[in-house]
């Protein structure tokens, strides 16, 4: 079928701005900053041990990733579970030390990103769109996890996909 006209203008039109719309939410990640802190604590955590975990946080009015809190090196692994809320997005890093079948002690650094099915869609899409950029600037995670309720996140998971 060949459209003439209005019709085709009209088609042509919302084909464009649905295109224009793609390409704006697309890049909207690439505008988001991080803020230098982020960078420096994990940095600390990586190789000072300095803490046990981070949790980020966009700031949606500044536009940037941000440490909402970290946790020191004696907090548990329920400890940091807790800190994150149960119905807001945010990124995480949790260093985890976890013994070996050969008894050697090791640690890996896991990426979290925490979205809950009860978050706002518009906190999902953003923390989603952002994600790839903010992990290329933690430059030492080894293992990374997508979670939306506790269980995908639980101990258990953590220590097999640590080994």
């Not at 802190?37 to 000072?48: G, S, T």
């Not at 809190?69 to 800190?83: I, M, N, R």
């Not at 997005?89 to 976890?98: G, N, S």
């Not at 953003?126 to 997508?146: M, P």
């Amino acid at each position: 079928m060949i459209l003439e006209g209005a019709e085709a203008n009209w088609k042509c039109s919302t084909l464009c701005q649905r295109s224009l719309l793609v390409y704006v939410i697309a890049n909207a990640a690439s505008g988001m900053a991080v803020h230098d802190d982020c960078k420096l604590r994990f940095l600390e955590l990586k190789a000072k041990r300095t803490y046990r975990f981070i949790v980020y946080k966009i700031e949606e009015k500044q536009k940037q990733v941000v440490v909402e809190k970290v946790g020191e090196p004696t907090k548990s692994y329920e400890d940091f579970t807790a800190s994150l809320p149960v119905d807001e997005c945010r990124y995480a890093v949790y260093d985890f030390d976890f013994v070996t079948a050969e008894n050697c002690q090791k640690s890996r650094i896991f990426f979290i990103a925490w979205s809950p099915d009860t978050s706002r869609v518009r906190s999902k899409m953003i923390y989603a769109s952002s994600k790839d950029r903010f992990k290329r600037e933690l430059d030492g995670i080894q293992v990374e996890l997508q979670a939306t309720d506790p269980t995908e996140m639980g101990l258990d998971v953590i220590k097999s996909r640590a080994s």
